[in-house]
């Protein structure tokens, strides 16, 4: 899933061929081990108690205290160490689509996975040719216009260090920007994306819809694994995620619940990672992303729709008079709109509307119920963490109190949208113009009983975990590495 911010962040860019100077030594190490994960320093979070594999239970005298160190366990036979492989996964996300390609690789003990390339695709995602959006968005252009720059890029990678297409296996996984469409219509996407990934001579892994557990599960899976806590063995934190039309919970149960629980719960799922049993509890929310929870605020009756908004701030100037929403076809009236704390409320009762939907599992309030949630220390990621990083917030003693105060300060009162643009740098983008609407649903999503009714001191929020930006796709290449030869 991508995170609806701007992608125009630096990326390695490919060294020219023929290149030796060395300088371009340097550059080529960099490039190919930016991604081994760093030892932080040990966390002062209270454990989760991970299984050592093969154990049925934490024995009841360390229910409260640090899980035991392992015990050295020497490196893997030769004939069980794994090749180094090469994979490309491309995340097909509700606001946009971008590649990533991984070297993974055992390091004697557990498995290295490096990010050696990352691209992102303009303008539209592949959920975008459904159809309906004009001419050129039939599903049969997916391929040819929404993944072939990918690839063309990807191709000029490959050649900057010797590889052919052929040696690397691409993945298309889509998250819940195709979950919300028709499955003949997705069907039709995913057929011209196999197609445009076999001319160019790529082999074609999956090409599928991801469910909302997996791709909890492999958000999960790739925070631990930047944080070095799979090869320390250590106790893991949970990640909550946000997106553009979906949000992500994910956290490992304690021993005790992890055995009590039953084996075919479609929220659960068993993982063994360096040596280490996790029993992991993952749940999407589709409607609670970013986007789809501002449309939604945007049709509640108690919003004041589009002419008299509670969720954004006035302004009687000139520029803008309508506040563009980031939704096809919606715009804000700039001079009727007048936040107030009336706008926290209405986003409580999108996301319990949105819980109660029968698209998703269950309420969100009851997440908070599983065993090991109100133990387990949150991530958050995405567009939680933009929210408290562009109001201010991220490394405040309260974060949501901060969070609350920057919003009524700022967004609250006559002519606002000055005190706004003044907090974002003049920087009059869309970004800029939802940003009282999207913190106050992050507010109540995190917080309010309706939603997750987090702690303030129970998550904190990260854009980079040791220097890496985290992304479900690492996690995947992880995951799939990381299972234990039979």
């Known amino acids: 899933m991508l995170s609806p911010r701007p992608t125009c962040r630096p990326r390695p860019a490919a060294l020219p061929r023929g290149l030796r100077a060395p300088v371009a030594s340097l550059l080529i190490l960099a490039l190919l081990g930016c991604a081994g994960p760093a030892v932080p320093p040990d966390s002062t979070f209270p454990p989760l108690h991970p299984v050592p594999a093969g154990a049925d239970q934490v024995p009841p005298d360390q229910a409260t205290a640090s899980p035991p160190a392992p015990a050295h366990r020497p490196p893997a036979p030769a004939s069980a160490v794994l090749a180094s492989r090469y994979l490309a996964v491309v995340d097909a996300g509700s606001s946009g689509t971008r590649l990533h390609l991984y070297q993974s690789q055992p390091d004697g003990r557990f498995v290295t996975v490096r990010e050696l390339f990352s691209h992102a695709q303009a303008p539209h995602p592949l959920a975008w040719y459904n159809g309906s959006n004009g001419p050129g968005s039939e599903p049969d252009a997916a391929g040819p216009a929404g993944l072939q720059p990918l690839l063309k890029r990807l191709q000029d990678q490959l050649q900057a260090q010797g590889l052919a297409p052929a040696q690397v296996q691409v ?157 096809r076809g919606l715009s804000v009236l700039a001079r009727g709109s007048r936040y ?39 991530v958050g ?34 002519d606002a949208w000055a005190r706004v643009l003044n907090q974002f740098r003049q920087q009059a983008n869309v970004f800029t113009q939802n940003a009282c609407a999207n913190g106050s649903f992050m507010l109540a999503y995190l917080y309010s009983p309706q939603g997750l009714g987090l702690r303030s001191d129970q998550l904190r929020a990260l854009g980079r975990v040791q220097g890496q930006e985290p992304s479900w796709t690492r996690g995947r290449v992880v995951l799939q590495a990381a299972q234990p030869t039979r």
């Open 381 to 414: 990621l995405s567009s939680v963490y933009y929210a408290f990083r562009d109001w201010g917030a991220l490394n405040a003693p309260s974060p949501a109190q901060a969070l609350q105060e920057r919003l009524d300060q700022q967004c609250g009162g006559a």
């Open 171 to 327: 993945d298309v996984l889509a998250t819940a920007g195709m979950r919300l469409l028709p499955a003949a219509t997705a069907d039709a996407i995913y057929a011209s994306v196999r197609a445009t990934l076999a001319r160019q001579g790529f082999s074609t892994g999956e090409v599928r819809t991801l469910s909302g557990r997996d791709e909890g599960l492999y958000a999960w899976v790739d925070l631990n694994y930047l944080q070095g806590r799979f090869h320390r063995q250590e106790a893991t934190e949970g990640v909550v995620e946000v997106g553009g039309a979906s949000a992500q919970v994910a956290f490992a149960l304690p021993a005790e619940a992890a055995a009590a629980a039953p084996r075919q719960a479609p929220q659960l799922s068993e993982h063994e990672i360096n040596g280490v049993r996790y029993t992991v509890f993952a749940l999407s929310y589709l409607g609670l992303g970013q986007n789809q929870a501002r449309q939604a605020m945007l049709q509640h009756p108690a919003s004041g729709g589009t002419e008299a908004n509670v969720c954004y701030p006035q302004h009687s100037g000139a520029t803008p008079q309508r506040y563009q929403t980031d939704l």
């Open 340 to 378: 107030s704390t009336q706008c926290r409320q209405v986003y409580e009762s999108v996301v319990q509307q949105a819980g109660a939907s029968p698209v998703n599992a269950y309420p969100v309030p009851q997440v908070t119920q599983q065993a090991g949630f109100a133990q387990t220390r949150f």
